[in-house]
């Protein structure tokens, strides 16, 4: 049994001491609450309307239901033991130092390639208000001011997400307002659709349910951000009770909501909901002038948050890896109470995946984006098994610790552990997801397969 399993306080506790705590509540709070608005749900939410129609809702109930749970079994174990390892530190404590290995690093890899997507994305938009100018120089701007804010504290982090995601609640808020007006009729200049665009509500039958479900469940991605930021906030229990308790009535409003005001007001077969985005037509429909840029403004914020944050997130994530042996020492150096080389290192990591994308489109590129298809699903199985695993630990050797409890243990922990082999099933099924799932799963044996050996090595010393 590794020693980090045992009783007394851990490893990466101690480590995480030594850094910062500069986060306050009201950044954790607004973290938690942006953080499940993402560019994925502003624009990437059209492919699974057009695939699944009006009952897109249904899928994002069910992919909704899942990520809840998740988020409460992680809620309990982070409460428990605070870590900017997150479940990568609970992985270790409950199954072993290769698991924490194979799920952090695995995480790591993924959000650095999305901080390299999301700089293209948002450099693309800004290349369409200032055509003729490169889209590496706005990348590599983009690049320079959130290494350079997560470089200098932690609560430059904090105040970046906190004004993005204030803008971010604002705008779905008064989405959803408008739709909710337009639905009842009393918005001027709109007559109520009724439930005219619901009747043909499974239009491509269950495979276009489950096409649907397979994008609702990676849109979801970002939500475990607020578990790793709570260890350096002022009062990290607290913070991981409260971002938790509050998951499902955001998800619920954001996500269930605002897909549900989609569907009802625009026809789910309208090309303008793939080609400009759900909310971009939906606002078109309704006649709001300017409605295009005004959503290109949101998507940008949200993207720019998510390059924020996953920045972030990848430092902690390597920091904390390293603390505990699992990675090279030079990433575990402090200034300031900030891992700047586990910064710097992020972010070259995510600016060489954007060069890919110029310099390997069709090989290199394509590969490394399959290689992190299913990283998200294989991170939420790691949290399954852990929290399986130290649920019982907790209660016995410190049953105070359990602040958050995970609703239905274990009965429910087993529910989310089959929701996620079933979507597994259905990634195999599906020809465009069948390759993300056998890469990822290339990968995570590979880092399983170091991490079990350096394992063992330590073991033998």
Not at 97 to 108: I, L
Not at 138 to 146: G, I, S, Y
Not at 225 to 241: L, N, Q
Not at 250 to 268: E, H, K, Q
């Amino acid at each position: 049994m590794p020693s980090s399993t045992t009783t007394g306080t851990p490893p990466q506790q101690r480590a995480d001491a030594s850094l910062s705590h500069g986060l306050k509540q009201r950044h954790l709070s607004m973290i938690a609450l942006g953080g499940v608005i993402g560019a994925g749900l502003f624009v990437g939410s059209g492919a699974g309307i057009a695939a699944a129609g009006p009952s897109i809702v249904v899928a994002y109930a069910l992919s909704g239901v899942l990520v809840m749970l998740v988020m409460r079994m992680l809620g309990e174990m982070s409460a428990a033991y605070p870590s900017s390892g997150s479940f990568s530190a609970h992985a270790e404590r409950a199954i072993g130092p290769w698991a924490g290995f194979a799920a952090g690093w695995s995480f790591w890899v993924l959000l650095c390639t999305a901080v390299g997507l999301e700089g293209i994305g948002a450099a693309k938009i800004v290349q369409g208000w200032l055509p003729g100018t490169p889209q590496w120089m706005w990348v590599a701007l983009f690049m320079v001011v959130f290494c350079g804010a997560n470089l200098a504290a932690v609560k430059n982090f904090g105040e970046f997400e906190f004004w993005f995601a204030a803008l971010k609640v604002g705008a779905i808020s008064l989405f959803l307002v408008l739709g909710g007006l337009a639905i009842a009729g009393v918005l001027p200049g709109t007559d109520s659709p009724g439930a005219s665009h619901l009747t043909d509500f499974l239009p491509h039958g269950s495979e276009g349910l489950l096409v649907g479900l397979l994008a609702s469940v990676f849109a979801y991605g970002g939500l475990e951000t607020v578990t790793i930021a709570a260890a350096e906030s002022e009062d990290p229990v607290r913070g991981v009770a409260s971002a938790v308790r509050t998951a499902m009535w955001r998800i619920a409003l954001f996500y269930i909501g605002s897909m549900a005001v989609v569907v009802t007001l625009v026809p789910w077969d309208s090309a303008d909901v793939v080609a400009k985005g759900p909310y971009v037509a939906t606002l078109d429909h309704l006649g709001i002038p300017g409605a295009g840029q005004l959503m290109n403004v949101v998507v940008l914020v949200a993207l720019l948050s998510a390059m924020n944050a996953n920045i972030y997130g990848s430092s902690r994530i390597a920091y904390s890896l390293v603390e505990r042996g699992q990675g090279p020492k030079a990433l575990a150096r402090l200034s300031g109470g900030v891992p700047r080389a586990a910064v710097l290192t992020s972010c070259f990591f995510g600016f060489v995946c954007v060069l890919l994308s110029y310099w390997r489109p069709d090989d290199v590129f394509p590969w490394l984006l399959n290689m992190i298809g299913a990283v998200i699903l294989v991170v939420w199985i790691f949290i399954a098994v852990s929290q399986l695993l130290l649920r019982r630990r907790i209660e016995r050797e410190a049953p105070g610790k359990l602040v958050v409890r995970m609703w239905g243990f274990p009965w429910l922990t087993w529910v989310a552990l089959a929701g996620m082999v079933a979507i597994f099933a259905l990634m195999a099924r599906e020809p465009g997801t069948r390759v993300q799932l056998y890469s990822t799963g290339g990968m995570t044996l590979v880092l399983a397969a170091v991490g079990y050996a350096r394992q063992r090595a330590r073991a033998g010393r």
